[in-house]
C-alpha cells in the first residue's frame, strides 16, 4: 500500500477541470513542498508536469497546476483535453514511498 | 537535449542475473544524482534505487537490498543496475531518471523491460 494515496480513476468531459488529490502524512507532504506529478501515456515514460507544489517545467501547458493543503497535494488539469487521458503519479520526498499508487484520467 | 537510454533488459530465469545499464547525454552527468524506478505490468512506479553523484552512496528500496546493485562510470556517463537473485516479482519495465534532488525527475529513458520467469 501506498504512502502517497491517489484516487484509482478521475473523469471530465472535454472543456471542463478535473483535480486529482494525492494524500500524504506530516512527514511528506506535509513536511516539504517538494511535491511532483507525472503524467504517463500507455507505453511511454512518465514526464514531469508540477514540481515543487505549484512550478510548471518548460513546455507544460498552464491548464496544468499544482496546489497543496496540510498533507494533500492536488493536481488540477482545466480546459481538458483528449491527449490530457493518461495515467497521473504524484511524488514526494520524505515519505515511506515515493510516489503515489497512480490515477487514471479518462476524458469521456 | 537531455537524453537517456536503457539497455540490457530481457527474459532470464528466476535466480539469475541481469546488468541494466544507461547511457546519458545532454548534461553533465557527474554533477546529478540518478536513480532506477520500475513499473510492473499494469502496476504503479516504484522507486527502485538512487546513486550520490560521485558514486558514494547507494540507496535502496526494502525489497531489493542485498540482491541489486546501483553504480556510475562518469567518466563514460553510464548507469547501471546489477540484479542479482532475481524473482517473478522482479518483472517490470526499468527506466532510469535523472534526480534533480528530493526524488525530482526531470528526465526518464525509455525503459527496458526485464521478464524474470521459468
Known amino acids: 500500500q501506498s504512502a502517497l494515496t491517489q484516487p484509482p480513476s478521475a473523469s471530465g468531459s472535454p472543456g471542463q477541470s478535473v483535480t486529482i488529490s494525492c494524500t500524504g502524512s506530516s512527514s511528506d507532504i506535509g513536511a516539504y513542498n517538494y511535491v511532483s506529478w507525472y503524467q504517463q501515456h500507455p507505453g511511454k515514460a512518465p514526464k514531469l508536469m508540477i514540481y515543487?507544489?505549484?512550478r510548471r517545467p518548460s513546455g507544460v501547458p498552464d491548464r496544468f497546476s499544482g496546489s497543496k493543503s496540510g498533507n494533500t497535494a492536488s493536481l488540477t488539469v482545466s480546459g481538458l483535453q483528449a491527449e490530457d487521458e493518461a495515467d497521473y503519479y504524484c511524488s514526494s520526498f520524505g515519505g515511506r514511498r515515493v510516489f503515489g499508487g497512480g490515477t487514471k484520467l479518462t476524458v469521456l | 537535449e537531455v537524453q537517456l537510454v536503457e539497455s540490457g533488459g530481457g527474459l532470464v530465469q528466476p535466480g539469475g542475473s541481469l546488468r541494466l545499464s544507461c547511457a546519458a547525454s545532454g548534461f553533465t552527468f557527474s554533477d546529478d544524482w540518478m536513480d532506477w524506478v520500475r513499473q510492473a505490468p499494469g502496476k504503479g512506479l516504484e522507486w527502485v534505487a538512487n546513486v550520490e553523484p560521485d558514486g558514494s552512496m547507494q540507496y535502496y528500496v526494502d525489497s531489493v537490498k542485498g540482491r541489486f546493485t546501483i553504480s556510475r562510470d562518469n567518466a563514460k556517463k553510464l548507469l547501471y543496475l546489477h540484479m542479482n537473485s532475481l524473482r517473478v516479482e522482479d518483472t517490470a519495465v526499468y527506466y532510469c531518471?535523472?534526480?534533480?534532488?528530493?526524488?525530482?525527475?526531470?528526465?526518464w529513458g525509455q525503459g527496458t523491460v526485464v521478464t524474470v520467469s521459468s
Open positions: 531518471a535523472r534526480n534533480r534532488g528530493w526524488y525530482l525527475y526531470d528526465s
Open positions: 515543487e507544489v505549484t
